[in-house]
């Protein structure tokens, strides 16, 4: 990888991974449509733990409070983290799940660029709905477990590429009545599992394949994820509590209209 490239899409994962507009797509489409190598797993397995890194800082007190709660749970002292605690593990059932029947579907058929196109447009026009209809009553600390399996499904839902997972959990928590914050807020921590899940998968097909690595460039691809990641949630976290979801609604209708574009005219 060139350090262009390297520069690019350690930044890509990183404020992608956390805003509603698919980190998948947009790590797929510069390979797609400028002709890039795969990065490879190691460096997917870098920017992975620097986001990782990111969200877990952002929210160290939140996360700090769901361990604890959630370890007091184990011997029976029930706590409101300690709850929330084994709501995440039970929202990261569906997509684990997913991930392990359909993997090989995921990794080949589904990466097709038209497939990007589409559920770009019909996820952010969904998101577009959740939004414009929430009805905001509720908070994370009030979900209920029908509502925490309803957002895990659609978690598993955006192993789909162009889905968007933080996206498709946004929308499905405003659905189940939550706020903007809220739902990005359990979205965020959702992510702390799945990514862990994600980072293994990927380890355990490193170990299988190993590569040459480049200490060098997975260094660097690691620290641009974090502190692109680290300052996206800071951002995105206030964006949404004044202009609501609309900006990423307008960005996701319009990539997805320029990919058909691109792909009808251009890629032949």
């Known amino acids: 990888m060139s350090t262009i490239e390297i520069l690019i899409?350690?930044?890509?994962?990183?404020?992608?991974?956390?805003?509603?507009?698919s980190s998948s797509a947009h790590l797929i489409l510069p390979s797609a449509i400028l002709g890039w190598e795969d990065q490879g797993v190691a460096f997917d397995v870098a920017v992975h733990v620097g986001t990782l890194a990111a969200v877990v800082l952002y929210f160290r007190r939140d996360v700090g409070r769901i361990l604890v709660g959630w370890m007091h749970s184990l011997r029976g002292q029930q706590s409101t983290h300690g709850t929330l605690g084994w709501m995440l593990i039970v929202a990261t059932i569906p997509a684990g799940l997913a991930g392990l029947l359909f993997a090989g579907l995921i990794e080949t058929v589904l990466r097709s660029p038209w497939v990007i196109a589409c559920t770009t447009l019909i996820f952010g026009s969904l998101l577009w709905y959740a939004d414009r209809t929430a009805k905001q009553q509720t908070d994370v600390m009030h979900l209920s477990w029908r509502q925490v399996l309803v957002i895990g499904v659609a978690q598993a839902v955006s192993l789909i590429p162009?889905?968007?997972?933080?996206?498709?959990?946004?929308?499905?928590?405003?659905?189940?009545?939550?706020d903007r914050a809220s739902a990005a807020r359990?979205?965020?921590?959702?992510?702390?599992?799945?990514?862990?899940l994600i980072g293994l998968?990927?380890?355990?097909?490193?170990?299988?394949?190993?590569?040459?690595?480049?200490?060098?460039?997975?260094?660097?691809?690691?620290?641009?994820?974090?502190?692109?990641?680290l300052v996206c949630i800071h951002l995105f976290l206030k964006i949404i509590s004044r202009m609501g979801m609309l900006p990423f609604v307008i960005y996701r209708l319009a990539l997805g209209i320029g990919l058909v574009i691109f792909l009808t005219w251009f890629a032949g």
């Open 186 to 196: 359990f979205s965020f921590l959702m992510s702390i599992p799945i990514i862990v």
């Open 162 to 178: 162009g889905t968007s997972r933080s996206g498709v959990t946004m929308t499905a928590g405003l659905m189940m009545g939550l």
């Open 9 to 21: 899409l350690s930044i890509i994962q990183g404020i992608t991974e956390f805003l509603p507009i």
């Open 201 to 229: 998968y990927q380890t355990s097909k490193l170990i299988k394949n190993p590569e040459i690595y480049d200490i060098p460039a997975l260094g660097l691809g690691m620290l641009l994820s974090f502190f692109s990641a």
